[in-house]
């Protein structure tokens, strides 16, 4: 994209006049009307974009299960941590590092003297492996977007010391935990535009039937998120329920077959927490038996720590009600006093991807000018 | 982690190219891309890893679709 075209991204008067037909029609539905979005990249444009203040009044957008970093279990972070501190190197992404688990985070661990590293690759998790006689640990987090990518490596040729403990996620899963939800009435989804490139925007469509709410995909730039409110709203106010691609430039109908295919050949789902919020039928990506000589909860499996107690101020944490759009975080007593971003109580306030930390950061922000 | 990050194709060896993203050149793996590659192409990358091409005609109708949706909002506030 060159800068040009980006700009024709954040048109002005184009942002304007979809905001006043946001308005329009929100004055119209004559009534408050609530959305959720399912992607933490969607918060984060909403906050550097300023476009929340922006919403008409009567329109909600709640936040939705959408930062992986924010549904990976305590558990499953309490698994990697105990491997590091078994020894072994200990390989997993930036953001994943200070998330606490039940009691410690990674960091805290590699403070101890464990061997964590950061990776930004997931072609590195192998090239590391490669170069090392030792097991590496790579502790793969994520959602398709990324779960592609540890696919993909497992099928070109792995090294035999390299070990995946996968936490894994499959979005379009926990949507359907949020549309049975009693508590939460959302009356259509704004879907995450990256994840859909993978799985395509067909796949909402058995959501969609069966729950009776429009999904449309959405883009990040301002105009792409604006455009994709109206016609949620549209459909709203017209009693419509249907998939619509509001980012067509790299959104298709039936996704990345090549990577679908990669991705379901080497993981199957299965059910799993999410962190905060249920147990997710199909919403976990396990290794699939064919590639047991490189699933770490198989080859470690009698070196795992029998489970924690959670820590303190834990159990006060708001996250799973702040992921499921019945809270925000202002609503959390923890929110800036006990929980922030160099002392997070729960997983929203790590990531940059959490709801909480692009709160916290908006307002240090807002009361810095 | 679940950032995309598009950036243009400028170089390619086999099954891996190198990408500039604004300055900012790394490696990327292309066994997953949707589309072959060709020099000067944009993609959309995560760790590591092009899950799309972003072909110039698919700019094309984000644009021409903003075109239509945002013409008809401009009218309605000439209005």
Known sequence: MTEQRKLEFRDVARGRALQQRLADLV??????????????????????????????????????????????????????????????????????????????????????????????????????????????????????????????????????????????????????????????????????????????????????ERYRRPVVVAGFEPLDILAALVLLVEQVLGGKAEVVNAFPRAVTKNGNQRALTALFKVFETDAGEWRGIARVPRGNLRLREAFAAHDASLRFSGEFAAPKLPRDGALECCCG?????????????????????????????????????????LREREASE | MCLGVPGRVIEIEGSTALVDFWGVRRKVALDIVDEDVSLGDHVLVHVGFAIRRIAPEDLAETLAFFETLTSEALEGLER
């Open chain 1, 321 to 361: 009600g702040i992921m499921t759009g019945r809270l925000t975080p202002t609503d959390c007593r923890l929110f800036g006093s006990k929980c922030r971003p160099d002392t997070p109580v729960g997983a929203c306030m790590v990531s940059s991807e959490g709801a909480c930390r692009i709160w916290y950061d």
């Open chain 1, 27 to 208: 004055a119209r539905a004559g009534r408050d009307v609530t959305l959720m979005h399912v992607c933490g990249s969607h918060e984060q444009a909403f906050a550097r974009y300023g476009l929340r203040s922006r919403f008409p009044q009567g329109l909600r957008v709640q936040m939705g299960p959408g930062c992986p970093v924010c549904v990976t279990d305590a558990p499953e972070i309490d698994a990697a941590v105990a491997l590091a501190e078994r020894g072994y190197r200990v390989l997993t992404y930036g953001d994943m590092l200070r998330v606490p688990g039940s009691s410690d985070s990674l960091m805290d661990a590699r403070a101890r003297g464990a061997r964590v590293d950061v990776i930004y690759a997931a072609t590195q998790a192998a090239e590391i492996a490669r170069g090392s006689r030792e097991p590496v640990v790579f502790f793969a987090t994520g959602f398709e977007t990324t779960a592609v990518a540890t696919a993909a490596v497992l099928l070109n040729a792995p090294p035999a010391n390299l070990f995946v403990l996968s936490a894994h996620k499959w979005v379009p899963a926990a949507m359907e935990i949020v549309a049975e939800s009693p508590e939460t009435q959302i009356e259509g989804y704004l879907a995450a535009g990256h994840a859909a490139t993978i799985t395509g925007c067909g796949l909402f469509e058995p959501f969609v």
